[in-house]
């Protein structure tokens, strides 16, 4: 079973910037795609960014231009580049693969990283 545990969220000002990250455990991380979503209080999960094994990125028009995903499969980590960040980005974030990949393999939902965008 494929396990994830997500890092670097904080509280940061309108504006500010946060890298997070993402371990992956397991030895064929490399070929899949990967995805960061996020869950703010009261809302759904959505997704914020994708990543496939071979670098191709896709984002929502609400984080795009803003978010950056990329991907480490020396280090099994995926990351989440977030800058210019907004009141309205405040969110557990969490990774995982995408949802048919997610339900084959087995994957879990890791604790998420808490990001706090206030001034």
């Known amino acids: 079973q494929v396990q994830f545990v997500e890092s670097g969220g904080g509280l940061v000002q309108p504006g500010g910037s946060l890298r997070l990250s993402c371990a992956a455990s397991?030895?064929?991380?490399?070929?899949?795609?990967m995805n960061w979503y996020r869950q703010a209080p009261g809302k759904q999960r959505e997704l914020v960014a994708a990543i496939t094994s071979g670098g191709t990125t896709n984002y929502p028009d609400s984080v795009k231009g803003r978010f950056t995903i990329s991907r480490d499969n020396a280090k099994n980590t995926v990351y989440l580049q977030m800058n210019s960040l907004k009141p309205e980005d405040t969110a557990v974030y969490y990774c995982?693969?995408?949802?048919?990949?997610?339900?084959?393999?087995?994957?879990?939902w890791g604790q998420g990283t808490q990001v706090t965008v206030s001034s």
């Open positions: 397991g030895r064929i991380f490399s070929i899949y795609a």
């Open positions: 995982n693969f995408p949802p048919a990949l997610r339900t084959s393999l087995k994957a879990s």
